[in-house]
């Protein structure tokens, strides 16, 4: 299975990205911006960083990049994506996602690690945990508190579409501690927190992130 | 020569952290003048000539699109002279 991973100027962890596909048993592939085909991947990972130097809003510039309208169209017919902290600020800019993320409310960047909870398990990205489950993987983001408004809210708790939230106390100010949340057919999924720098214990604080990357895997075989 | 101003502002329900602190920051400078600052961005286009109707919604078109994000923001399209 291949999973390709996306470099836009000014990503920052799409080797990590990378790693973490490839240690969870698919092969990575790097996808440039203005790749124009999606080299036959069967899944994409928008990264963390600052593409385009968060210019303009987080993850609007990106969103116009060549190789966003394949993923876009990709997406919307069933491969699984995963954006993460900026790969999440672009999925809601393309409004696959609904919502916004907003500078943290205390205005620091943050960057720590934190506990989060696995609230739904059946997406293309958390199939590998179970319900309710905690898990602790890095934080580290400026802009990551999810705004929508009270409808679009309602909508995403009555569907079961947060996918994780904050343990705790609130990090960044987040609409109902929200760290990630699905579209309805649940292939993609946005994440403000880092699972591909916790793959194991000798790089990250723990290995809880590898199953975002495992999960894909099951995605594929159903 | 025209310039064409576009207002980008965050909708008042959205907590604006970045507003947030001018606003405490102008009483430490003993400016007591403020109720409250929101922040917001300021574009501004210059075109050749006049602006026509249909140029100015094109703008809009583009705001809408790319210099603001509806979601979380409004947006004010002038003509500046």
Redesign the interface.
């Known amino acids: 299975m291949k999973v390709g991973v996306v470099t836009f100027p000014g990503t920052l962890d799409d080797r990590d990205a990378a790693r973490a596909v490839t240690t969870g048993g698919a092969t990575a592939i790097s996808l440039w911006h203005k790749d124009a085909d999606l080299k036959g991947v069967d899944a994409v990972i928008l990264p963390g960083g600052f593409s385009y130097g968060d210019y303009?809003?987080c993850g609007?510039i990106s969103r116009?990049a060549p190789v966003m309208e394949k993923i876009i169209d990709a997406a919307k017919g069933g491969m699984p994506l995963l954006g993460i902290c900026n790969g999440f600020q672009v999925l809601?800019?393309t409004?696959l996602l609904?919502?916004?993320l907003?500078?943290?409310?205390?205005?620091h960047f943050l960057c720590t690690d934190q506990k989060i909870s696995i609230e739904n398990t059946t997406t293309a990205w958390t199939s590998s945990f179970t319900q309710g489950q905690e898990i602790v993987i890095p934080l580290k983001n400026g802009e990551g508190?999810f705004?929508?408004?009270d409808e679009t809210l309602a909508v995403l708790e009555g569907e079961g579409r947060i996918v994780a939230r904050y343990v705790g106390e609130n990090p960044n100010?987040s609409r109902n501690l929200i760290a990630g949340i699905t579209n309805e057919r649940g292939n993609i999924v946005g994440l403000m927190p880092h699972p591909e720098h916790a793959i194991n214990t000798l790089t990250g604080p723990t290995a809880d992130g590898l199953g975002f990357f495992t999960s894909v895997l099951n995605a594929m075989v159903k | 020569m025209a310039k064409i101003v576009v207002d980008v502002m965050?909708k008042p329900?959205?907590?604006?952290?970045?507003g947030s602190?001018v606003s405490a920051a102008l009483p430490r400078l003993g400016f007591t003048f403020a109720k409250s600052v929101r922040q917001g961005k300021r574009f501004e286009i210059e075109i050749e000539g006049e602006p026509t109707a249909a140029q100015l919604a094109e703008v809009e078109v583009a705001a809408e699109k790319?210099?603001a994000?509806p979601?979380?923001e409004t947006f004010v399209v002038r003509v500046e002279k």
């Not at chain 1, 907003?102 to 205005?107: C, I, V």
């Open positions: 303009l809003r609007a116009f809601c800019e409004h609904p919502g916004a907003t500078r943290n409310s205390e205005l508190a705004m929508c408004d100010g | 965050l329900e959205i907590l604006d952290p970045q602190a790319l210099l994000n979601v979380i």
